[in-house]
């Protein structure tokens, strides 16, 4: 019943460590299929070398129950849960310990937008959420790791669509994507973007954001007359 999406979200995963984007066990990609009310997501503490579609969890939409599956799903499923719940148009979600971006959100900040690689990807700064506080953390920790990403989009007006990427405070990133494979490519470009960022703050000082009319230029040109911030 869930061959397909099992078999997508297994490759998605295989190639987010195969990216290097996810050593170890440190990561995690899953798809919706909401027509059946489900998504299907990476086991917990499963190598990525040992991982095959019969691997691979599906948990309800409903009540983030387990469907099908021998394995625990990830220790992350909570906030996947709770982001597919939040925003109707979301397909996927990637979360990563990626080098680069995970440095900008343990600093607590947003990448800025330097230049026209971040413009193609995102129409804003990759923004970062607050920090979890201590009750947040001691209580359903991945649970509120997803409301805070939502609280954040939602307080900011920003869209999933045109803000494909997150950081959340002291922890990590998380992506977006139309499917898992868009999601997989949108964390290996927040990686690029991130490390790009830092390396410009390295060689310049005080370097201003990208200018709006050549950031317009690129993203509308990739992405449509139509797309921009804040659509729903």
Known sequence: MYSKLKDTVCKA????????????????????????????????????????????????????????GDYNPSSDT???YILYKAFENLNAVVHTHSVNASAFAQAGRSVPAYGTTHADFSYTAVPCTRALTQNEVDSEYELNTGKVIVDHFVSNNLDIESTPAVLVRSHAPFTFGKNASDAVHNAAVLEIVA?????????????????????????????????????K
């Open 195 to 231: 490390e790009m960022a830092l390396k410009t703050e390295i060689i310049g000082k005080d370097v201003p954001e990208i200018d709006k009319y050549l950031s317009d230029k690129h993203y509308f040109r990739k992405h449509g007359k139509d797309a921009y911030y804040g659509q």
């Open 78 to 80: 909570p906030t996947h």
């Open 13 to 68: 995963n295989i190639e987010l460590h195969a990216l290097g984007l996810a050593p170890f066990t440190w990561g995690n990609v899953s798809q919706v299929d909401r027509d059946k009310g489900v998504f299907a997501i990476k086991p917990s503490g499963v190598p990525y070398s040992d991982l095959t579609p019969e691997k691979i969890v599906v948990v309800s939409l409903n009540d983030g129950s387990v469907v099908d």
